[in-house]
């Protein structure tokens, strides 16, 4: 596992959100299992990740697996890596994967993150949307749909 990957995982397992930040790309992508479009650069994808730390119950990395895959918008192979995680939003039991696909300098430049199943996709989106709108990243019309 790569040295970013093991500070991201640590990071993350500690509940240190801050200390991830290193870890990204300026320009880094986060693609979310309930938003079709992407969060795109470092204060916003940190802030993400805040309101994932508080609406996650009792989260933990059970897995890891490491190889090369291509981003989003490039045929080109990239390091990557992928953390698997369990975790509970609101009792539903959620089991999902969080892949981390780096730059040239080892900075994560694509963050995925997928879940299963699909009423704890359902209830992750509820969630996220409350703290995203008590946050005033969202407008309160997404909790209406």
């Known amino acids: 596992m790569s040295i970013t990957a093991d500070r991201f ?6 509940g240190d959100i ?13 693609h979310s299992p309930v938003k079709f479009t992407p969060f795109e650069g470092k ?8 309101f994932v730390t508080q609406v996650f119950e009792d989260f933990r990395y059970v897995g890891e697996l490491e190889g090369t895959g291509s981003r989003a ?3 080109e192979p990239v ?9 509970a939003v609101e009792g539903k039991a959620i089991h999902g994967l969080d892949l981390l696909q780096l730059d040239e300098d080892g900075l994560i430049s694509e ?10 996709v359902v209830a992750l989106k509820d969630a996220m949307n409350k703290k995203m709108v008590e946050a005033g990243f969202a407008p309160a019309s997404v909790l209406q749909g």
């Not at 995982?9 to 500690?14: H, I, N």
């Not at 801050?18 to 986060?30: P, Y």
Request: negative net charge.
């Open 9 to 14: 995982r640590a990071a993350v397992e500690s």
């Open 18 to 30: 801050a200390a991830a930040e290193s870890l990204l790309a300026d320009d880094v992508t986060f």
């Open 43 to 50: 204060a916003i994808v940190m802030a993400v990740l805040g």
């Open 73 to 75: 918008d490039e045929g």
């Open 79 to 87: 390091p990557s890596e992928i953390l698997v995680f369990r975790a």
């Open 111 to 120: 963050f995925t993150v997928m879940v299963r199943p699909m009423s704890a």
